[in-house]
């Protein structure tokens, strides 16, 4: 990896750091060669504080530190993407990032799926909803539901029609995250789930 921190003059690459286990962004920092260096040596994220015109490990103070993953430069090699796990909040106002925002999992369209479903379920509108007749229908029909998808993905799985597969395995995954939420739980829950049984 080869940084270029000649292309300022001060010496600094803006340094992006991102959880790495939620990708979300925590912050934006700089690093000159020193900083860098210091960071892989002690894999606590290390930059330049251009307040205070010297090295700052992140967490000195606080506690707080980020623990460094990995480190990526970009393809001018003038700019770190910095993967972490975070110690604490990273933001020095207690945030989890310096945007104010919650530093926990993002599952994509899932998680816009479970938001949808959730208004689908709770809200009086709804009432012609597909989703909101199974939660009317109880666990034994969501759980049954859930069943037959499983075993219609099943047989498509051996068979020769990838689209048919595909189609099968979004309703199952939709039945699912209905499931989930009817037992009071989310992605979220089977991430951790998975988390503990990795370490």
């Known amino acids: 990896m080869k940084i270029d921190f000649s292309k300022n003059a001060d010496g600094l690459v803006p ?3 991102q959880d790495a286990i939620t990708k979300n962004v925590l912050m ?8 860098y260096n210091e960071t892989i040596k002690t894999k606590k994220v290390t930059f330049y504080s251009r307040s205070k015109q010297r090295l700052w490990t992140k967490g000195e103070e606080s506690g707080n530190f980020l623990n460094l ?19 604490g909040p990273t933001c020095h106002t207690g945030s989890d990032t310096c945007w104010n925002e919650d530093n926990s999992s993002n599952f994509g369209f899932f998680s816009e799926l ?21 939660f009317k229908k109880g666990i034994n029909k969501i759980a049954q539901k859930v069943g ?23 309703d199952l995954l939709f039945h699912y995250l209905i499931l989930l939420q009817a037992k009071g739980f989310s992605l979220k829950d089977i991430e951790t789930e998975l988390q503990n049984r990795h370490k």
């Open 148 to 170: 037959e998808e499983a075993v219609e993905t099943v047989i498509e799985a051996k068979d020769e029609n990838d689209d048919l597969f595909l189609y099968e395995s979004a």
């Open 69 to 87: 993953v990995d480190i990526k430069v970009d393809c001018d090699n003038d700019t770190l993407l910095v993967s972490v796990k975070p110690q």
């Open 15 to 17: 340094a992006i750091v």
């Open 114 to 134: 479970e938001k949808i479903i959730e208004v689908r379920r709770t809200s009086a509108s709804a009432e012609k909803s597909y989703v909101a007749s199974l």
């Open 28 to 35: 934006l920092g700089y690093m000159n060669e020193e900083a």
